[in-house]
C-alpha cells in the first residue's frame, strides 16, 4: 500500500490549481505560474530537482554518548550507592503514602479490570499485577503524586527518581519470569545501578539545557533516562539501545501547561508515570525490531531541536559519571523544592511568634525573597483551584507553616484549604528575587536554593529575615536534603519513610524495611521479587 495519500479525482474549480501545485511539487516538477505563458518557473521547494538528499549520518551524538555511557561506564562510587539506596527506599515511602489519596489510587491497576498478567510487575501497596508498561505507569505516577521524592535543580528542573517507575516495573517482571524459567533474578544492586545511570542521563542534560525555557515539561528526561537504562536492562544492544533513545526523541513531548497558572492540574502527578510507561513501551518495540532514527535531534527542520528547541542543540557541562545522584536532593517537607527553605524559615518563623506570644493572626506583611526560578514556577495570585494547585504555591506554602508550625500532605486538600486564614496570609505576601539567591541556584559548586522570609507585625514591631542559603553553610542554612548535608538526612529520611508506612504491614515488615536504610549488604543482595514482596500487602 502506498504511504502516499491518492488525491481526488476530482476536484472543486476553487482549489484545483492549489492541488495540481501541492501534487506536482510532492513529485519534483515544476508548474507554470498561473496566467503567464511561456517556459514554466523553477519552484525552489524543498525536494523539488533532484530531490532531499537520503543519505543517512551517523545517529547524532548526544544518543551515542547516552549508549555508550548505559552500556560501558562501570559506577564505582560508594557515595552513589549509598545514595542511590536513601533514594529507593525514600522513593517507594512517597508512593505508599500516595496511595492514601483516592486519585492516586484510581489510577493504578491494569487496562481492564481484573487483567492478571503471568509473572507480571507487583504494583507496590496493592494486590495488581500488570504488565510492565502499566507497571511503570502505576509505580511512576504513586512515586510522584505527593511531590515529596527527589529533586534536581538547574537549567531544568526535575525529580530523577521518577525513573524508578520504569526500572523497578521491567526489573520486577523480567526476575519473575526468569525465574519461571529456571534461571536468576536481577537482584537490588541492578537496580540501584540503573537508577544511577538515570539520574545521570537527566540531570546531566538538565544542568545547561532549559525546556522549560521553550514550553516542554522535565519529563521528556525521564522518558529519554527511563528509555536507555531499561533497554539495557532487556539486554538490547548497543545500536538498538540508541534507536530506543530516538524513539524517546522523537516521541511526542508534554507540554508544561498543567503545572503553572491557570492550569494547574492533576496530571502534574502522573506525567512522570507515563513517561516512564512510554519508555518501557519504546524499548520493547525496539527489541521487537523496530528501526530508530539517526537524526533525531539533529534532523534540518524534522528533529528535536528545530521542533522543540528553537535549534539550539543541547550542552553538556560534563561527562556522565555518577555525579547526580551523590548531588540529588531529598525532600523532608511535601513542597516544591523551590519553596522548600522557605518552608523551614516559615516554621522557625512560627516558634518566634509563639515565644512573643503572638500566632500568625497578628501577622500584617510578609516578605520573601528567592530564586527567579521560583517566582517564575510558583509564585501565584487569586484562587487555588486544586491539590496540584496548592502544592505549587508559595504563598500557600509558607502560610501553612506559619499557621501551625508544620507542613503535611494533607495541607493542600480542599478541606485544608478552606481555613480562611491561609489566604488572608497570602494576600499580605510580597515576593521578589534576591539576584544572588538566583546567581547561586545555578553554580555548579552550589546548587544554593536560597530563600529568605521576614515579617512585619500588625503592632509595627518586624520580625528579622530567617535566611536559609548558601552563605550560612555548613550550619542548617541549607535544606537538610542537600547533598552537603547528608549524614544528617539519614535519620530524618528514617522518620519520613515510618510515618509513609505507619498502618500498612505488621510490624514486623516495616521495621525490615526500615532496616534496609541502613543495611546496604542485606539490601543490595535481595533479588528484586522479594524486595517488591515486601511492599505488597
Known sequence: M???????????????????????ASAGVSQPVSGV???????QAAGVGNGEDNARSPPDHVMQEIADYVHDYKVNSEVAY????????????????????????????????????????????????????????????LIRWLDFNDTWLAAEWGHPSDNLG??????????????????????????????????????????????????????VLVKVASTAVVSHMLGLSRSQTVDAISQAFVDGQALRTYRHAPNAGSRKSWAAGDACARAVHLALLVQRGECGYNSALTAKTWGFYDVLFKGRPFELERPYTSYVMENVLFKLVPAEFHAQTAVEAAIELHRQLESRGKTSDDIQSIRIRTQEAAIRIISKQGPLNNYADR??????MVAVPLIKGSLDPSDYTDEAASDPRIDALRAKTFVEEEPRYTQEYYESDKRSIGNAVSLVLNDGSEIEPVALDYVRWPTDAQPVGHARRRQEVVPLIQQKLAKHLDGYFTAERRY????????????????????????IP
Open 2 to 24: 502506498s504511504v502516499f495519500r491518492s488525491l481526488p479525482r476530482a476536484l472543486p474549480a476553487s482549489r484545483s490549481a492549489v492541488a495540481r501545485t501541492y501534487a506536482s
Open 37 to 43: 505563458s511561456g517556459t514554466a518557473a523553477p519552484t
Open 82 to 141: 549509598g545514595t542511590a539506596r536513601l533514594c529507593l527506599l525514600d522513593s517507594l515511602g512517597c508512593a505508599m503514602e500516595a496511595l492514601r489519596f483516592p486519585a492516586a489510587r484510581a489510577l493504578c491497576g491494569p487496562v481492564v479490570e481484573g487483567t492478571i498478567v503471568p509473572h507480571g510487575t507487583h504494583v507496590v501497596g496493592t494486590s495488581y499485577v500488570v504488565d510492565p508498561i502499566r507497571g511503570a505507569l502505576n509505580i511512576g505516577a
Open 166 to 219: 520504569a526500572i523497578l516495573a521491567v526489573a520486577d517482571w523480567l526476575s519473575r519470569t526468569r525465574q519461571a524459567q529456571g534461571k536468576a533474578p536481577l537482584q537490588i544492586q541492578d537496580v540501584l545501578t540503573a537508577a544511577i545511570k538515570a539520574h545521570e542521563i537527566q540531570g546531566n542534560l538538565a544542568i545547561l539545557n532549559s525546556f522549560n525555557r521553550v514550553g516542554l515539561d522535565h519529563v
Open 391 to 396: 502544592d505549587h504555591c508559595i504563598q500557600y
Open 512 to 535: 525490615k524495611i526500615l532496616d534496609l536504610l541502613t543495611d546496604h549488604e542485606t539490601l543490595v543482595s535481595m533479588d528484586v521479587p522479594a524486595f517488591m514482596d515486601l511492599w
